[in-house]
Structure formats: structure tokens, C-alpha cells
């Protein structure tokens, strides 16, 4: 994926001169102005203030760049400037005072964020550091969660509490239970080993439903396949090296699929390869009559174009079938191209999509759609986003893992479903 670019306008002017031609300005009258224009500065308000203090990511809108950190000067006076509404209806769902807030940064890409609403903390991965975070709410402690996490990607909560993780390097689905202890929920179909699942949900029936796409094999997000295999057919690469000596092995068996795993433990694609292409995350309508999926580029080791960066939906049928596949949103908004992947449903059906539109900085972070797939609200972020979770006490706070930082923002609607 690719990372919004960093770089600071360059400044004018040059350094090291020596020499003062005659009549020109004094070193302490050149100061003096300085800070007459800090003063003139000070009275601008919060805004001007922004320019000193730690360096921020670029702003999405804002001259100076908005400081993100706990310590940067306020920017809410009523709503978020960050948070667009694109439609009259996103109204309702935006959260008046209340500001887009980073609560953590230091990850290298972090994804995978869900709400345990019982121990009311939010845990994420953070893939290529190999480990799980967790933000505890009533104070904003966060510390290690697991490690190694063997590169897990996507999170939940099940309707029963126990975390549900998909791991890249071990190329499967456990459920973490009750009692500590770890179950392997799916790694073989067919008998060949699944790619690197990404995003997982569960149906109200009890069922598990994950995605399959390739990107954990890959150096950064996992392990690539051993030598000959799709993502390492040079066989340069030694995907052994810094790894347990169980990993290594693997190659890619199996197309980029969909899979349902039945509470009796049977494993079924539910939408195959040519449905669509690297399938990343998904989540259910609120009344589990839909799936969303997002498709999103082209993986390591796939022969074929990979997806497009857009969301398709399908109805779930009354025997866990899925039938009368649809483009949901190419999610182009305003000739961008904003790629989805993580995605979650509120209570009234709209889909929130994170947003990866690259170096296009303002249209990185959460597309929310309505039910019919119109784009009506944006939140804008510094960072590209990966995913998203509803959660809180209220479950009316939307949690953003975006690249390297978890943001957060109180909204007044609701996630649909735990996790």
C-alpha cells in the first residue's frame, strides 16, 4: 500500500551569509520584528499557534498543519473541520464538539481494530512489528497485548466475547477462548493450506466468515511462500530466516477466496476467486441479510489483474448462501480513488469504509455510504486507513486504525454488531 508522502514544503531563502550590505536590518531588529509577528500570531488564535510545538503528520486541511498529539492547540468549535458531509442525511450521524482524536501512534501498519466490550478495551495489530495493542479506555493505558502475534491482521469479538484473529504468518483462523487456551478455528481447504486470511465477522446463526487474499506472503506482513512458490518463484528469498522453524514451508495452494465456517466445523466458499478478486474486509447488514466485501489491489504471487478497490454486496439467503452479486461503490469520490478495506455497518445500515487513496492527502480516512451505496459523509485523516470498529461503552465511537496511529470519534449512531 502506498504512504502519504511527508516530505515539508521547502523553505526559501539561504544560510550562512557573513556579509550585511549597508543599511540593511540589524540581527536584533530582525529579531524584534520576529516577535512582533509571534504576538500578531498569538492574537490569530489557536490555529496560528499550531506552528510550534512537535511536528505532525501534513494536515488534511489546515495551515499550519494540525497538531494530532494530546498537546496540540484545539480545532473544534462546533464540528470537526475534518468531518465532511457529503449529504443532508450524514447530518444526524455527526457528533456536534466532539473532534477527531489520535489516541496512540507508534505502529508500523496497524489494522485489525475491535471492541471487547466487557473488559471495555480496544485491541489492534500491529502486523509487521509481530504483535497485538491494547487501549484501555478509562485511562488511555496502552501496552503489548500479545507477541508474537504471527502477524495477525484482522480482529473481532464473537457474540460469546472470545477474540477471533487472522493470523498471515501461520496462514489461519484461531479463536482465542474463554479459558486462555487457543483454538485453530481454519487453516486447510481441501487439504491446502489457506493464503494469509485478513478480516473475519460472525452471523448471528453462530458461522464464521473470513477473507483469503495473499498479502501475508510477503517479507513485511508474513512469510512469502517458500522458493518456487507464486509470491517467491526466483527462490532468492529465504523466507526461514527470523522465523520459527515450523515457518517456511508453505506455498500458496488456493485461489483468493470467501470462506463460511458452520458452527459444525464445515468450511464452504461462499464466493470464489472470479466473485471478487483478493477479497480484504467485509461485514453483514444489520439484519444479516448482506455481506459487503471489498476487493481490494493485486497481491504477491496473484497471475491475475486483482481487484479494482471496490465494494460488491450480496444477499445472504435463508440456507447461508449468498446470491445476486452487485457493485455496492467503485468508491471514487471526486475523481479520487479512495480503496477501501476494512469495513462496518451502523445500526441504520450505512457502510463506513476506511480509505486508502495513497498520496492523495484529504481523502484517506472512512468513506461512510448510505444503504444504496451513495457516498454521503468523509472524516479525513493524515494517514491512509486500513480499518475500522464501532466501540465504546455506547458503542457510538469510531475507532480508525490509519498506518501507523489509532484514531478515534464520538459519532451519535451505533455500530450494528460487536467486535
Same mark, same amino acid.
Given at each position: 500500500m502506498q504512504a502519504i508522502d511527508r516530505r515539508a514544503p521547502a523553505m526559501n531563502g539561504a544560510a550562512g551569509a557573513t556579509d550585511r550590505p549597508a543599511g540593511a536590518p540589524t540581527r536584533r531588529a530582525l529579531l524584534g520584528g520576529v516577535g512582533a509577528l509571534a504576538g500578531a500570531a498569538a492574537l490569530a488564535g489557536p490555529a496560528a499557534a499550531q506552528s510550534s510545538g512537535p511536528v505532525a503528520p501534513p494536515s488534511t486541511v489546515t495551515q499550519p498543519p494540525r497538531d494530532f498529539s494530546p498537546g496540540g492547540a484545539p480545532t473544534t468549535y462546533f464540528t470537526d473541520p475534518d468531518v465532511l458531509v457529503l449529504d443532508p442525511s450524514f447530518d444526524g450521524m455527526v457528533q456536534v464538539n466532539a473532534a477527531i482524536q489520535r489516541i496512540w501512534t507508534g505502529g508500523?501498519?496497524?489494522?485489525? /481494530?475491535?471492541?471487547?466490550?466487557?473488559?471495555?478495551?480496544?485491541?489492534?495489530? !500491529?502486523? %509487521?512489528?509481530?504483535?497485538?495493542?491494547?487501549?484501555?479506555?478509562?485511562?488511555?493505558? =496502552?501496552?503489548?497485548?500479545?507477541?508474537?502475534?504471527?502477524? &495477525?491482521?484482522?480482529?473481532?469479538?464473537?457474540?460469546?466475547?472470545?477474540?477471533? &484473529?487472522?493470523?498471515?504468518?501461520?496462514?489461519?483462523? =484461531?479463536?482465542?477462548?474463554?479459558?486462555g487456551s487457543v483454538t485453530v478455528l481454519a487453516d486447510r481447504f481441501n487439504g491446502k493450506r489457506l493464503n494469509s486470511p485478513n478480516d473475519v465477522v460472525q452471523h448471528r446463526d453462530g458461522s464464521y466468515w473470513f477473507t483469503d487474499p495473499p498479502y501475508g506472503g510477503q517479507l513485511y506482513e508474513g512469510a512469502p511462500d517458500a522458493p518456487g512458490g507464486p509470491s517467491n518463484r526466483s527462490g532468492r528469498i529465504? /523466507?526461514?530466516?527470523?522465523? %520459527?522453524?515450523?515457518?517456511?514451508?508453505?506455498?500458496?495452494?488456493?485461489?483468493?477466496? #470467501?470462506?463460511?465456517?458452520? /458452527?459444525?466445523?464445515?468450511? !464452504?466458499?461462499?464466493?470464489?476467486? !472470479?466473485? #471478487? %478478486?483478493? /477479497?480484504n474486509g467485509l461485514c453483514f447488514s444489520p439484519n444479516f441479510n448482506r455481506l459487503y466485501v471489498a476487493s481490494t489491489g493485486k497481491g504477491p504471487g496473484d497471475t491475475h489483474a486483482g481487484g479494482k478497490g471496490e465494494i460488491y454486496v450480496y444477499d445472504v439467503t435463508p440456507d447461508m448462501k449468498l446470491a445476486n452479486r452487485q457493485l455496492f461503490s467503485d468508491c471514487m469520490v471526486d475523481g479520487v480513488k479512495c480503496g477501501p478495506?476494512?469495513?462496518?455497518?451502523?445500526?441504520?445500515?450505512?457502510?463506513? &469504509?476506511?480509505?486508502?487513496?495513497?498520496r492523495a492527502v484529504g481523502y484517506s480516512g472512512v468513506v461512510i455510504f448510505n444503504p444504496g451505496g451513495k457516498p454521503i459523509g468523509r472524516i479525513r485523516l493524515p494517514e491512509v486507513c486500513g480499518n475500522v470498529c464501532f466501540g465504546g461503552p455506547k458503542r457510538n465511537r469510531l475507532f480508525m486504525a490509519a498506518s501507523q496511529s489509532i484514531y478515534a470519534i464520538y459519532l451519535s449512531t451505533q455500530g450494528a454488531a460487536p467486535g
Amino acid at each position: 500500500m502506498q504512504a502519504i508522502d511527508r516530505r515539508a514544503p521547502a523553505m526559501n531563502g539561504a544560510a550562512g551569509a557573513t556579509d550585511r550590505p549597508a543599511g540593511a536590518p540589524t540581527r536584533r531588529a530582525l529579531l524584534g520584528g520576529v516577535g512582533a509577528l509571534a504576538g500578531a500570531a498569538a492574537l490569530a488564535g489557536p490555529a496560528a499557534a499550531q506552528s510550534s510545538g512537535p511536528v505532525a503528520p501534513p494536515s488534511t486541511v489546515t495551515q499550519p498543519p494540525r497538531d494530532f498529539s494530546p498537546g496540540g492547540a484545539p480545532t473544534t468549535y462546533f464540528t470537526d473541520p475534518d468531518v465532511l458531509v457529503l449529504d443532508p442525511s450524514f447530518d444526524g450521524m455527526v457528533q456536534v464538539n466532539a473532534a477527531i482524536q489520535r489516541i496512540w501512534t507508534g505502529g508500523l501498519w496497524c489494522e485489525g /481494530p475491535a471492541w471487547n466490550a466487557v473488559g471495555r478495551y480496544l485491541v489492534w495489530s !500491529d502486523i %509487521p512489528n509481530n504483535r497485538q495493542m491494547r487501549w484501555i479506555e478509562d485511562d488511555g493505558h =496502552v501496552s503489548v497485548f500479545r507477541h508474537p502475534s504471527n502477524n &495477525s491482521n484482522g480482529n473481532t469479538f464473537d457474540h460469546q466475547g472470545r477474540q477471533l &484473529s487472522c493470523e498471515h504468518l501461520t496462514r489461519r483462523v =484461531v479463536r482465542y477462548e474463554l479459558d486462555g487456551s487457543v483454538t485453530v478455528l481454519a487453516d486447510r481447504f481441501n487439504g491446502k493450506r489457506l493464503n494469509s486470511p485478513n478480516d473475519v465477522v460472525q452471523h448471528r446463526d453462530g458461522s464464521y466468515w473470513f477473507t483469503d487474499p495473499p498479502y501475508g506472503g510477503q517479507l513485511y506482513e508474513g512469510a512469502p511462500d517458500a522458493p518456487g512458490g507464486p509470491s517467491n518463484r526466483s527462490g532468492r528469498i529465504n /523466507p526461514r530466516l527470523g522465523q %520459527p522453524p515450523e515457518i517456511g514451508a508453505a506455498v500458496r495452494e488456493l485461489p483468493t477466496q #470467501v470462506y463460511r465456517l458452520d /458452527p459444525s466445523g464445515r468450511l !464452504d466458499v461462499v464466493i470464489a476467486d !472470479d466473485g #471478487v %478478486p483478493d /477479497p480484504n474486509g467485509l461485514c453483514f447488514s444489520p439484519n444479516f441479510n448482506r455481506l459487503y466485501v471489498a476487493s481490494t489491489g493485486k497481491g504477491p504471487g496473484d497471475t491475475h489483474a486483482g481487484g479494482k478497490g471496490e465494494i460488491y454486496v450480496y444477499d445472504v439467503t435463508p440456507d447461508m448462501k449468498l446470491a445476486n452479486r452487485q457493485l455496492f461503490s467503485d468508491c471514487m469520490v471526486d475523481g479520487v480513488k479512495c480503496g477501501p478495506d476494512g469495513l462496518r455497518c451502523d445500526v441504520d445500515g450505512n457502510v463506513w &469504509s476506511s480509505s486508502n487513496a495513497g498520496r492523495a492527502v484529504g481523502y484517506s480516512g472512512v468513506v461512510i455510504f448510505n444503504p444504496g451505496g451513495k457516498p454521503i459523509g468523509r472524516i479525513r485523516l493524515p494517514e491512509v486507513c486500513g480499518n475500522v470498529c464501532f466501540g465504546g461503552p455506547k458503542r457510538n465511537r469510531l475507532f480508525m486504525a490509519a498506518s501507523q496511529s489509532i484514531y478515534a470519534i464520538y459519532l451519535s449512531t451505533q455500530g450494528a454488531a460487536p467486535g
